[in-house]
Structures are given as C-alpha cells and as structure tokens.
C-alpha cells in the first residue's frame, strides 16, 4: 500500500494528549477483553529459538531478525514474528481448562514490512490463546468469539468519547460476517484489498471468514496465512473452507479498510497435516511445536491477535501508525506527512 496522505487532516489531539489516549485505549481494552473472554495475562518471550517451530512464519517469505548467542554456542534466536504457536504450547503447560484462556503484550520487529500508514517496523498488540473442546471447532463458536471482541472495541471507542467528546464514535452496533468466497462473487474483478475497502465501507465493520485457503472464485487465497496456526481448510457449516478470519473495519481518515485483528480456531492433528501438505511443507512435521500436536499434547484452542497501535490509531482517528507509536521511517515520509500536518512520534 502507498503512502495516503488525507486531505485537510485535521489533528483531533496533540501529541502530549495523544499519550495519555494511547494509555487510555490500551488500559481499557485489555481489562475488557481479559473479562469477556476469560484471559490472564502471562509474560511473552520477545525471541524463541529458531528450528523449533514456534516461531509465526506469516506468510513463509517475511525474514525473521535473528542473532547468535555466545553462551550457547552461537545457536540462533528469532524475533517473533508473533506468538500463534507459543501462546497453544502454553495452554498445555498451565493446564489451563477448557473455556478459559491468556493474553500477552506481544512485541516484534518485521523487517520486510512495507512501510505505509499502516505497517511499521515495529509491531505490538495483544496475543491471546483460549482452550476449547473439539466440539468447540465450530463457525459458531468462532463467531460468538468474534462478537465478544467487538463488543469490547465499541465499548473502548465510547470511552474515549467520553473523555474526548469531540472524537465521535465510529462504529456500527453489530459485525457483519462475510467468507472471503462470498465476498469475491461480490466484488469480481477487485483485487482482495478492493474488495475488502468496498466491504467495509458498506457495512462498517466486518469479519472476513476463510484466510488462507484457495478460493472457487479466484484460484487464489484471499490473503496468505501460514498453514500450522489458524484451521483453513476444515469446511464450516456455511459449506466453505474455513474457521479463521480478520476483524476488517472502515477507516473514514483513510477511506480504506482497516484490519484490526487476525485470529481463528486453531489446526486440529487432521487439518495441521492436511495444510501442510497443500503449502508442500510437510518438512515441518519434523519440528517439536508439529509432533507435540500430531500427537495430542496440545489441548484444542483458539486465538488471535488484536494490533495496539493500530486500535489506538482507529480509535483516535489519526492517519498514520507512525503518530501513536514509536518507529523507524523513511525521510521522505516523515517530511511528506509533516507537511500536510502528520507528526510521527
């Protein structure tokens, strides 16, 4: 995505305001997601070692940072990506049971990111993992989840309007839900990001279901999703592939579509290797993370996460990632966005 500089942006709070807002957002979604789905919060690692398979490979091409450690003989640590494998390995330690769950302040560095309004090079936000039975691997505890959720960013946007009346609430009252299949047949000829803007846009605010696999309509995924996390190809009682998908809203600062979450019923034993086969890397089934869930140590979850900066950024209606946290970015865009009044921390 290019850089968009809005027109007439106007800065709805000062930079000094801006901070104790941020802290706001931050404090009060936690608490709300913590309660209405059950978390506690733990301590995330911010490096795993590498050749385990913790480690998120998002889309299999994005490099993690990595660096050798001397007291253990040069062997390699990664930066995580994020902590998808980490948090289920968890659930299994802590024993924790069925319909109760944690989150965690994740932080990572994504080198490879293509930076714009809305990608950094630094990533923050909250990872969180809950333990269901196998009867919960359904559509619709997915979506009762997902309504959870956004229950509690619309409750953190009435908050802040409450402290800051004059940035009014966004949101529509309820979430549409929308598969990526159905979401192609309506747009055709848009490309996946179009057609997520156009949606959107409509709605207000939709979940798109199915990320990951290959679509009927197009013969390609809607978006890449790596093939050991999130359960993609396990068809859902809609008839399509599917248990996973993004939180999607309407930017109006931006006029784009504005992801806000990725998350979804994690891969049973079955659907791991069936993945796997199909991104043609059964290779991984060799790595501990993969034998421990073939075989049955891992306890069946779901999980996702939720960005900070990016709901700090919605909620606050700024225009660019870069005014609610603090990065790395190119001259010319600093110098692009200082002139039409976008001030990066």
Not at 25 to 47: G, H
Not at 155 to 169: A, G, N, S
Request: glycine share 8%.
């Amino acid at each position: 995505m290019a850089l968009i500089i809005p027109k007439s942006y106007k800065l709805k709070l000062l930079p000094e305001t801006t901070e104790v807002a941020i802290k706001l957002v931050k404090d009060d979604f936690q608490k709300r997601l913590s309660e209405s789905l059950n978390l506690r919060r733990v301590t995330a690692p911010l490096f795993v070692m590498a050749g385990t398979g913790l480690n998120d490979d998002l889309n299999g091409v994005e490099r993690p940072v990595s660096f050798p450690i001397k007291h253990l003989g040069d062997r390699k640590a990664e930066v995580v990506h994020s902590l998808a494998k980490w948090k289920r390995t968890k659930l299994g330690v802590y024993g924790i049971a069925p319909g109760y769950g944690l989150y965690t302040d994740m932080n990572a560095i994504r080198a490879d990111e293509e930076l714009d309004n809305l990608h950094s090079l630094y990533v923050d936000q909250w990872d969180w993992e809950k333990t269901i039975r196998e009867e919960d691997r359904t559509l619709d505890y997915l979506k009762a989840t997902v309504e959870k959720i956004y229950e509690a960013i619309r409750q953190t946007e009435h908050d802040v309007y409450l402290r800051f009346p004059h940035i009014t609430p966004r949101l529509p009252e309820k979430i549409t839900f929308i598969h990526t299949e159905e979401l192609a047949r309506m747009y055709p000829g848009l490309t996946a990001q179009q057609r997520e803007t156009e949606a959107a846009k409509k709605y207000g605010a939709i979940f798109l279901i199915g990320i990951g696999a290959k679509l009927e309509a197009t013969g390609e995924p809607h978006d890449g999703r790596a093939p050991d996390y999130d359960d993609w190809i396990t068809e859902n009682s809609d008839g399509y592939k599917g248990l996973n998908g993004d939180i999607v809203v309407y930017d109006s600062v931006l006029d784009r579509a504005f992801e806000l979450s990725s998350m979804g019923i994690r891969v049973s034993p079955e659907s791991l290797v069936k993945q796997l086969e199909e991104r043609g890397c059964t290779d991984r089934l060799k790595l501990q993370f993969h034998k421990d869930l073939v075989d049955g140590k891992l306890p069946y979850s779901i999980g996702g996460g939720i960005g900070q900066s990016r709901l700090c950024m919605f909620l606050l209606q700024k225009a660019h990632i870069g005014e609610v946290q603090a990065s790395i970015w190119p001259d010319d865009q600093i110098a692009e966005c200082r002139a039409a009044g976008i001030e990066l921390i």
